[in-house]
Nanobody
Framework: QVRLVESGGGLVQAGGSLRLSCAAS????????MGWFRQAPGKEREFVAA????????YYADSVKGRFTISRDNAKNTVYLQMNSLKPEDTAVYYC?????????????????WGQGTQVTVSS
């Protein structure tokens, strides 16, 4: 069992920045990768970014490439999502997820554990 707790969401103006954190506890030694997903009202949950827990390999959705950066601190069992140049279309609930598999995935169904989500609202 892996427990994930997100923090750092809030309200920001377009062009601003936020940093999300996801603290993991429990069987973190079995986690292969961590991902961030988001879900806007009336839309499906979509992939944002993922990082390989041990090697630091990263992958991003095209919509956030160059603006968002995912990173991890293994000593703190924490994953971060630095979001810069935010746009109103980035408004969503952001979820952290843990993947216990062996491949870096971008689909939500491949992730085994999920946090409760944190709201990010970008005003124009």
């Amino acid at each position: 069992q892996v427990r994930l707790v997100e923090s750092g969401g809030g309200l920001v103006q377009a062009g601003g920045s936020l940093r999300l954190s996801c603290a993991a506890s429990g069987r973190t030694s079995s986690v292969y990768a961590m991902g961030w997903f988001r879900q806007a009202p009336g839309k499906e949950r979509e992939f944002v970014a993922a990082v390989n827990w041990s090697g630091g390999r990263t992958y991003y959705a095209d919509s956030v490439k160059g603006r968002f950066t995912i990173s991890r601190d293994n000593a703190k069992n924490t994953v971060y999502l630095q979001m810069n140049s935010l746009k109103p279309e980035d408004t969503a609930v952001y979820y952290c997820a843990a993947d216990m598999g062996m491949v870096l995935h971008t689909t939500s169904r491949s992730y085994d554990y999920w946090g409760q989500g944190t709201q990010v609202t970008v005003s124009s």
